[in-house]
Every structure is written in structure tokens, then in C-alpha cells.
């Protein structure tokens, strides 16, 4: 599993060598199946990197306030070495990532605490989202966990989500934008926010208009993207690889699906001989979070 997403000798041999390497293997193998992204699988091996260091889950089980302090040993740690700058954050995402894996393995004891009066409705939420909508675990899990921090924020709602106002809503995102949260993520938090106000309106939980009142920070289509190279110079890398070695045919290749398809690195990686048809001239790309294959046509370019 972590030759799949690392190339780097050392980086590599530092998550095999790490400890309970199988055990976090089967995890981001589990991750695989429910249909979460490259990227995303790097940053969920390196956090359980870190966790791993904290839990010796052959011998024992664990609860949440184990989880809560190894995170704060760690988080205490990074910030004597002056290594991050939003302990919350960090904190936050250590004991998601802890609870998760150590959940998986059956090593975290179940909580007896009382459940929140709106957890049936997050629950009910997800269930659409997952039966209905068909969207990935990743998006779900996104949704939720953003209508559960604004719930958990929210006096009100914690008495009745009906008694909810747009105005309570709109005061969240603006915390959350003095409390340094991007444009970017603010306008995710504002679509997943909609979502759950579209549904939530719906099912008669809360006045109608909130969804259609939020609104986020306007994020433009290539906005922050890198300047590319121009195709004189794309001609001039994949020329590099003219030679007849099998190095040099896989490396042609991979830099045609990347200047040609505008594949991404994890797409290219993922493809395999029964992803080309042949026959029909056709290259079949996974869109995972869409759970189905993109056809492309096979394109025969002259880069002279």
C-alpha cells in the first residue's frame, strides 16, 4: 500500500519501518475502498505515522480520553520545537485520525456518553447523502462533520433546531473567519452548510430560507493554480524521453497523459493495461467520488 503512494526511498522505508506497519497498511487499504482520494490517503498515512507512536494496539484497548492525551502530549511536544501554529487544529486532527484507525482494529472502547439531541438527524443526513445522493464517504464525512461543529457551536440548536436562524448561522462563518479560516475553506463550509440546511428544510427540522441565505466567499475557477510551462518547453520534456529503455517508454508515456489528459499524478498511477481499450480507442480514467469510469479517446499527437 505505501508503494502506491510514495516514491520516495526514504520516505517509504520511514512508514515501512514504522511501527505496526500492517496494521496502518490494512487501514489505508480500508480507506482505498471507501473511495477517498490520493492525496488525502498521504495525509491520513502521515498522521497514523504519528499516532502509531502513541498506541501499542497488539496488547490493549483504549479509550477516548487515551486518544485526548496522546494528542495533547503530542500536540505539546510540536509546540516546545515551535513545529505548528494551530494547536486546536492539530490537536483536532490527531484524535480524529487516532479514533478512526484504532475504531478499525477494534482497539477503542465505545463511549458511554450520553448522545446529543440532534445526533438522529446527522445520522439521517448521512444515510441520504450515502443511499440517495451517492456521493463518497469522503464528501460525506466532510457534510457532516461541518453541520456537527455548527450544531455543537450553537445554543440553540442544542435546544431545538427549529428555533434556528439564519442570522445564528451567519455569525458561525463569521467566527470562523476571524479564527483565520481561509477563503477556501470558508466556501467549503458554506456548501456543505446549504446541503445540510436543503435538507434539513425539507424534512421540516428548521425555518424555511436558511440554505438558500448562506452564503460563502467566491472562489474563481484557476484561482491560485501555478503558471504551466509553455508547449514549447512540454515538447522539450517529453523529447527527454526518446530513448528506447523501458524507462524511457514509461516515462514518454506518463508525461503524454499528463500534457495531453491533464491527468492527475494518482489517476496516471492508477491506471492499468485493462483501463485501455484497444478495440474502440478508448482510455477509461476511475472518478472515484463520481463511482464510475470517464471515457477519453485515444489521441495520436505529432509533437513536432
Known amino acids: 500500500m505505501f508503494e502506491t503512494l510514495y516514491s520516495y526511498p526514504q520516505v517509504l522505508r520511514r512508514h515501512r519501518e514504522g511501527p505496526w506497519a500492517e496494521e496502518r497498511e490494512r487501514f489505508l487499504a480500508h480507506c482505498v475502498e471507501q473511495g477517498f482520494a490520493c492525496a488525502t490517503l498521504r ?11 502513541y498506541f501499542r494496539v497488539g496488547e490493549a484497548r483504549f479509550s477516548t480520553q487515551d486518544v485526548e492525551a496522546a494528542a495533547d502530549h503530542w500536540v505539546r511536544f510540536q509546540r516546545r520545537r515551535k ?26 472502547e465505545r463511549s458511554h456518553q450520553k448522545a446529543r439531541p440532534f445526533t438522529h438527524l446527522i445520522d439521517e443526513f448521512s444515510a441520504f447523502m450515502r443511499d440517495e445522493r451517492g456521493l463518497s464517504a469522503r464528501t460525506i464525512a466532510g457534510r457532516c462533520w ?30 470562523k473567519a476571524d479564527h483565520g479560516w481561509g477563503r477556501v475553506s470558508m466556501a467549503s463550509a458554506a456548501s456543505a452548510l446549504r446541503s445540510f440546511f436543503k ?9 424555511a ?29 517529453i ?4 530513448g528506447c529503455s ?9 508525461l503524454m497523459l499528463f500534457a495531453i489528459y491533464g491527468l492527475r499524478r494518482g489517476e496516471v498511477s492508477q491506471l492499468r493495461l485493462e483501463d485501455v481499450d484497444w478495440e474502440h480507442e478508448i482510455l477509461r480514467i476511475p ?3 463520481q463511482r464510475r469510469m470517464q471515457d477519453y479517446p485515444l489521441i495520436s499527437v505529432v509533437l513536432a
Open 83 to 108: 513545529r505548528i501554529h494551530d494547536c486546536r487544529w492539530s490537536r483536532q486532527r490527531f484524535i480524529s485520525t487516532a479514533s478512526s484507525w484504532l475504531r478499525f482494529l477494534d482497539r477503542l
Open 287 to 289: 472518478r472515484p467520488k
Open 146 to 175: 461541518q453541520a456537527r461543529h455548527l450544531l455543537d457551536s450553537l445554543e440553540t440548536a442544542k435546544r431545538s433546531l427549529a428555533r434556528l436562524s439564519l442570522k445564528e448561522v451567519d455569525g458561525y462563518l463569521a467566527m
Open 199 to 207: 435538507y434539513a428544510e425539507m424534512r421540516r427540522w428548521c425555518p
Open 43 to 53: 495525509e491520513i498515512a502521515a498522521e497514523l505515522l504519528v499516532v502509531a507512536r
Open 239 to 242: 523529447a527527454s524521453t526518446s
Open 246 to 254: 523501458a524507462r524511457d517508454i514509461r516515462d514518454r508515456a506518463i
Open 209 to 237: 430560507g436558511i440554505a438558500a441565505g448562506i452564503e460563502g466567499p467566491r472562489v474563481f475557477r484557476e484561482e491560485g493554480l501555478p503558471r504551466g510551462l509553455d508547449w514549447q518547453r512540454v515538447r522539450q520534456l
